[in-house]
């Protein structure tokens, strides 16, 4: 829910694929056995060829056991005309706008975009505090008074923002940026979710990677970057922070994001993107990248996602269907949308 894959109450989550081997130069293989065939096979996936052949986007299912009740998973494979060096940086650096701000009444979630530098600079909030001046992403000030668990909040933070609006909004923002790139998001704390519950993304998302434990432990590097708030003292990673502005179900949503990249062996890149905390809508979401060499100047992508929503929404077994396909739907179209950057910025 990369970043161009974001949330829509019945949908959502993020999460991909990655490898192992050696290489030439860091992006060619030599080996008989392409590296992605061995890797994806540790992982028990098994590469539609005839179909990515076409130019295809293929997108299936994905978690073990269904994961959790509010967890929605897909995985998907596409070939890009661009080596994995390439590809790797511009899947991490991704922008669904295009650097523009998206009108609210045009189809796409995500309406701004933008990266922020580590610590935050106050420019770096310059395009959210004139979104929050106008509407309709001025109803997030409105968060005093709201059903429990409408805004993922804590009640200081609301009592915050209530008293001093934007600046309290950025402080917020801010405070969770700084928990997360200090202690990892093992440190960020459960957001309410109706009165007396609560949701903690952390734990839940460690034990559905746990039941997936094949496609953990293929992404067990840039994971641990991410757990440690996007840094890894074993290995260098590339990082990328982000916040954005969407439309979550018809209403306004603000959403923390983090990226890292590294690159493996045998020609493989890996990109690893976390959304880590959201307003409203969805409690999290990954997207996991694993990249190799095809051949012919040619990357072969796997991308696994998994989102966190309401498992109430996706009780119901036909409510669940109609969740799973219309997230299917997006992440593939996401797809396309990755394709089509990638190409048009060779």
């Known amino acids: 829910m990369q970043k161009c894959l974001r949330v829509n109450a019945g949908t959502w989550a993020l999460l991909l ?68 060096g390439e590809v790797a940086p511009k899947l991490l650096e991704l922008d669904p706008t295009r650097g523009k701000e998206v009108g609210w009444e045009e189809s796409a979630t995500v309406k701004i975009f933008q990266k922020f530098d580590r610590p935050p600079k106050t420019e770096n909030w310059d395009r959210f505090r004139a979104a929050l001046a106008k509407m309709p992403f001025e109803t ?12 993922h909040l804590a009640l200081e933070e609301i009592k915050k923002i209530t ?20 202690g990892g998001w093992k440190d960020l704390p459960g957001v309410p979710s109706a009165p007396g519950e609560m949701v903690d993304f952390d734990a839940e998302l460690r034990d559905v990677l746990k039941e997936n434990g094949p496609v953990r432990d293929e992404f067990r590097r840039v994971l641990t970057a991410l757990a440690w708030g996007g840094r890894d003292e074993k290995e260098k990673v590339t990082v990328n922070d982000y916040w954005m502005l969407m439309d979550v179900n018809k209403s306004p949503a603000v959403a923390l994001g983090c990226g890292v990249m590294r690159q493996g062996t045998g020609g493989r890149w890996e990109v690893a993107d976390m959304q880590y905390w959201a307003s409203n809508g969805y409690y999290g979401a990954i997207s996991l990248y694993g990249i190799w060499p095809y051949g012919d100047g ?40 990755v394709k089509t950057q990638i190409l048009d910025k060779k």
């Not at 490898?19 to 590296?35: C, D, K, L, Y």
């Not at 991308?303 to 396909?325: F, K, N, Y």
């Open 17 to 84: 694929l990655m490898a192992f081997g050696r290489g030439i130069r860091g992006e060619e293989v030599s080996s008989q056995e392409p590296v992605w065939k061995a890797d994806l096979k540790r992982m028990g996936f098994e590469v539609p060829v005839a179909e990515l052949e076409k130019g295809e986007i293929i997108g299936e299912k994905w978690l073990a056991g269904g994961a959790r009740p509010g967890f929605l998973g897909a995985k998907v494979f596409f070939v890009v005309a661009a080596l994995p």
């Open 140 to 151: 997030l000030l409105a968060v005093e008074g709201q059903k429990e668990g409408r805004y």
């Open 298 to 337: 040619k990357s072969l992508v796997c991308r696994v996602d998994a989102v966190q929503t309401d498992p109430g929404e996706l009780r119901q077994a036909t409510a669940r269907l109609i969740g799973e396909s219309l997230f299917m739907r997006e992440i593939k179209s996401a797809c396309e949308l």
């Open 163 to 182: 008293s001093d609006k934007i600046p309290g909004w950025v402080s917020v923002l801010e405070g969770k940026f700084l928990t997360f790139s200090r």
